[in-house]
């Protein structure tokens, strides 16, 4: 059994092992980088610590939405090494997934590939950190 944060994006529910997320921080203020990808909105000054900050609506092709009330920054911390915000729509719950709860089958989405796990009638997708922190290798 392992928690996981459920969130939302646009109308999706997703999740997060709470492993990975260090701790929810509200929308703020955050400074543009050049010459960076699309998602990556820039970096913001976290009790004066910079982390880099992800729009995950982009980074995995969601639908655009402006920033509401319920807007948040997960910060995550890779394995301890580095930390990264990711911007989402809103956070639902945390929840105990067991192995039962995972299905079989996968979701494809551009070049992510999420578990499902269901929860009290929610189909959760539930995102590989890895895949979104890192770019994939181009094959020759």
């Known amino acids: 059994m392992e928690q996981y944060l459920v969130f ?36 913001i000054n976290l009790r004066g610590e910079i982390v880099p900050v992800i729009d995950l609506r982009e980074k995995i092709d969601v639908e655009k939405e402006a920033f509401s009330e319920e807007t948040r920054i997960l910060i ?10 990711l911007i ?22 551009n070049e992510f590939k999420f578990s499902i796990a269901k929860y009290n009638g929610l189909l959760i997708n539930i995102i590989n950190l890895e895949d979104v922190l890192f770019e994939k290798a181009e094959e020759v």
């Open 8 to 43: 939302r994006l646009a109308n999706e529910h997703y999740g997060l092992s709470v492993n990975n997320i260090e701790n929810i921080e509200k929308i703020m203020p955050i400074t543009r980088v050049p010459h960076t990808k699309e998602y990556v909105k820039g970096v």
């Open 88 to 109: 989402i729509d809103e956070v639902l719950d945390v929840v105990y997934l067991t192995k039962e709860d995972f299905d079989q089958a996968t979701r494809d989405r």
């Open 76 to 85: 995550v911390n890779w394995k301890g090494e580095f930390k990264v915000g």
